[in-house]
């Protein structure tokens, strides 16, 4: 007998909570990581973000009594989630914004919402309409359209390299979405898996950093380290439980819908820190290259 699909709830208040937490949080992401590029290489970077989100994820499991023991089959569960959300999905965001801004980064982070609802469909069996593909070949052609003259140009080159890992790093995504709306997914204690998923990411993370880049390195800059503190404990710690919450509740395509939102608030948030801080280059953000400025 064939399985059955797997379901795809409704969004309750809760749900819209998580999708409103996640869209402020992750809309804000692409501007600081820019800080987080420089004189410590995108893969340090990215050890040190998940370094600090598994021990905030560790710190509250310990502080709410929430065990953090697994079993083998879920480590190895939390090892899939490690490798395709925390070690390839970012390390190719990362590396992305050396050839491309991060305002095109984000527009293709966009696209999860097509990946997600694809792979839904394959591996949960959730119903994909014709009006669904037909708008995201649209949306496909429309990033082609807009990229078109400058892949044309010389050094077109840098900017396909770029876009080649951003959606490396969408399809990376996707599959670690899909893998939370399995039954092992729903089954996994949220808090304990992303301790662990964050733990054997950051972990994965060092020895690639190691390979490519060579020995640790860190900053003491303030605004990295502001940079990392946002990514690590807000954008990785919060964003992803909330995240993860939506997605069991709603599925991975709906749930997805938060990095269309993210796109828009990407483009809102900055101008809205401008009219209500001043003149932007009084601050150290300034040297977070916010776009528009």
């Given at each position: 007998?064939?399985?059955?699909?797997a379901?795809?709830?409704?969004?309750?208040?809760?749900?819209?909570?998580?999708?409103?937490?996640?869209?402020?949080?992750w809309?804000?992401?692409?501007?600081?990581?820019?800080?987080?590029?420089?004189?410590?290489?995108?893969?340090?970077?990215?050890t040190?973000?998940?370094?600090?989100?598994?021990?905030?994820?560790?710190?509250?499991?310990?502080?709410?009594?929430?065990?953090?023991?697994?079993?083998?089959?879920?480590?190895?569960?939390?090892?899939?989630v490690?490798?395709?959300?925390?070690?390839?999905?970012?390390?190719?965001?990362?590396?992305?914004?050396?050839?491309?801004?991060?305002?095109?980064?984000?527009?293709?982070?966009?696209?999860?919402?097509?990946?997600?609802?694809?792979?839904?469909?394959?591996?949960?069996?959730?119903?994909?309409?014709?009006?669904?593909?037909?708008?995201?070949?649209?949306?496909?052609?429309?990033?082609a359209?807009?990229?078109?003259?400058?892949?044309?140009?010389?050094g077109?080159?840098?900017?396909?390299?770029?876009?080649?890992?951003?959606?490396?790093?969408?399809?990376?995504?996707?599959?670690?979405?899909?893998l939370?709306?399995?039954?092992?997914?729903?089954?996994?204690?949220l808090?304990?898996?992303?301790?662990?998923?964050?733990?054997?990411?950051?972990?994965?993370?060092?020895?690639?950093?190691?390979?490519?880049?060579?020995?640790?390195?860190?900053?003491?800059?303030?605004?990295?380290?502001a940079?990392?503190?946002?990514?690590?404990?807000?954008?990785?710690?919060?964003?992803?439980?909330?995240?993860?919450?939506?997605?069991?509740?709603?599925?991975?395509?709906?749930?997805?819908?938060?990095?269309?939102?993210?796109?828009?608030?990407?483009?809102?948030?900055?101008?809205?820190?401008?009219?209500?801080?001043?003149?932007?280059?009084?601050?150290?953000?300034?040297?977070?290259?916010?776009?528009?400025?």
């Open positions: 007998m064939a399985a059955s699909p379901p795809a709830g409704r969004f309750t208040p809760r749900a819209w909570a998580a999708f409103a937490g996640c869209t402020l949080i809309g804000s992401t692409w501007i600081v990581i820019r800080s987080q590029l420089g004189d410590v290489p995108a893969s340090w970077s990215v040190w973000r998940f370094a600090l989100g598994a021990g905030v994820m560790a710190l509250l499991c310990l502080f709410t009594g929430k065990s953090l023991r697994l079993s083998a089959r879920q480590h190895g569960f939390t090892l899939l490690a490798i395709s959300q925390f070690v390839l999905n970012f390390n190719l965001v990362y590396r992305s914004e050396y050839h491309v801004t991060s305002g095109l980064v984000s527009l293709t982070f966009a696209f999860l919402l097509v990946t997600n609802t694809l792979l839904a469909a394959v591996f949960l069996g959730q119903r994909v309409t014709g009006r669904f593909l037909i708008g995201g070949a649209i949306g496909l052609a429309g990033v359209l807009l990229v078109a003259p400058d892949l044309l140009r010389p077109g080159g840098n900017i396909l390299h770029g876009l080649a890992l951003a959606f490396g790093g969408v399809l990376s995504a996707s599959i670690a979405n899909v939370q709306a399995t039954p092992a997914g729903r089954a996994m204690p808090e304990a898996g992303l301790a662990w998923a964050m733990a054997w990411g950051a972990l994965i993370d060092a020895g690639v950093a190691l390979a490519v880049a060579g020995p640790p390195r860190f900053s003491t800059d303030p605004v990295y380290l940079g990392l503190a946002y990514l690590g404990i807000a954008a990785s710690a919060v964003a992803f439980s909330l995240y993860y919450t939506l997605i069991r509740t709603v599925g991975p395509g709906q749930a997805a819908w938060t990095a269309w939102w993210c796109r828009w608030w990407r483009w809102a948030f900055p101008r809205w820190w401008k009219a209500l801080c001043g003149p932007a280059r009084r601050w150290p953000a300034a040297r977070w290259r916010w776009p528009g400025w």
